[in-house]
């Protein structure tokens, strides 16, 4: 590549980048666990509150609060305390979390959603502010695991279950055991796709660290992170880890693998990312615009070539009418 192209290349991934950390900071990481959003009307701001409020005490398994010491659970009543709080200014909080737990079993069995069902989830007590909850549940699922409520019967309010990507068993790597990874996969494709589709592993681990992710420790959600990120998603094609060339000490970086092209986009990721910070994919331009020509390159490739003999032969052509029947 000619030298003044590679400085052209080098200049508009810095202005992407630039752009990213001014729209998608890092500090604005995705909250893994957060079952709030903003309230209509309320100032909007490009951060998101931290990692594992509302949802950790909902998806811990039942035996993790029993195995702590009492020495652990004098401690966490202590910190717990900012959080009770919190739950007397915001009641709904407690019920979206139970609502997001529900609709997770529900995924995972791959079963239609039923509102009256929600209701009993619920209670009668926040029966009128169900549409709000509902809300901020649907929210949450999205944020979290990659999934998305849609309503697929509007007389008898039935909702489905649809996964963004198309992971095994359901985005959970483990036949059924764990949560969904949809989420942590979606984001750190988005990570790479703002670092000019190519992220040093560093990056990577900067970024989920603020998300309080830490290779080594394991994650209430995701289980051992480097593992699930180095390994798994790599074993599934839908992240490629390589060496980068000549580093000494040797460095490693992640691309988009296969199976990410082949499965999701970056109009579609960059939308994931935009809806997690409340604003538009447009409001990143450059990153926008290689979204849309990733769509037009798409597009083209789905249509057969015309001067392609081969291509048009595949097509079926409709037969000719004959002659219209004389009237009777």
């Known amino acids: 590549m000619p030298h003044t192209q590679k400085s052209n290349l080098c200049v508009r991934e810095k202005r992407q980048q630039k752009q990213a950390k001014e729209k998608f900071p890092s500090s604005s990481a995705p909250p893994f666990g957060c079952t709030t959003q903003r309230k209509p009307g309320a100032k909007s701001r490009s951060t998101l509150q931290g ?3 509302a949802l950790s005490t909902r998806t811990t398994s039942p035996g993790a609060s029993r195995a702590k010491s009492k020495g652990k659970k004098r401690r966490s009543s202590s910190q717990d305390q ?13 019920k979206v979390g139970t609502l997001v737990q529900f609709l997770v079993q529900k995924y995972k069995m791959k079963k239609l959603v039923m509102k009256k069902d929600m209701l009993k989830i619920v209670n009668k007590k926040y029966k009128k502010r169900f549409l709000e909850i509902l809300r901020r549940a649907s929210f949450s699922m999205e944020v979290v695991f990659g999934i998305a409520l849609k309503e697929i019967d509007s007389i008898k309010h039935s909702y489905a279950l ?18 969904p990874k949809t989420g942590l996969l979606m984001i750190l494709l988005g990570v790479i796709f703002m670092k000019g589709n190519c992220a040093s592993e560093e990056k990577i ?4 660290n603020k998300m309080k992710i830490f290779a080594g420790k394991r994650h209430f959600m995701f289980g051992e992170p480097r593992k699930l990120i180095t390994q798994d998603f790599v074993k599934l094609k839908y992240l490629e880890y390589r060496q980068v060339p000549n580093s000494d000490p040797p460095s490693y970086e992640f691309l988009w693998g296969p199976r990410a092209h082949a499965e999701t986009s970056k109009m579609k990721i960059l939308e994931f990312l935009a809806k997690i910070n409340d604003t538009v994919p447009s409001a990143l331009p450059s990153l926008y615009e290689e979204a849309l020509r990733d769509e037009e390159e798409r597009a083209r490739a789905t249509v057969p070539d015309r001067a392609d003999p081969t291509a048009m032969a595949s097509v079926v052509r ?5 002659p219209a029947a004389p009237p009777r």
């Open 51 to 53: 990692p594992q409020r």
């Open 162 to 179: 649809v996964s963004k990507m198309d992971l095994p068993n359901n985005g959970r790597l483990n036949c059924g055991r764990g949560l």
């Open 82 to 94: 900012p959080s009770t709080k919190r739950s007397r200014r915001d009641p709904l909080t407690e």
């Open 318 to 322: 409709a037969p000719v009418p004959g």
């Open 205 to 208: 681990w900067e970024f989920l």
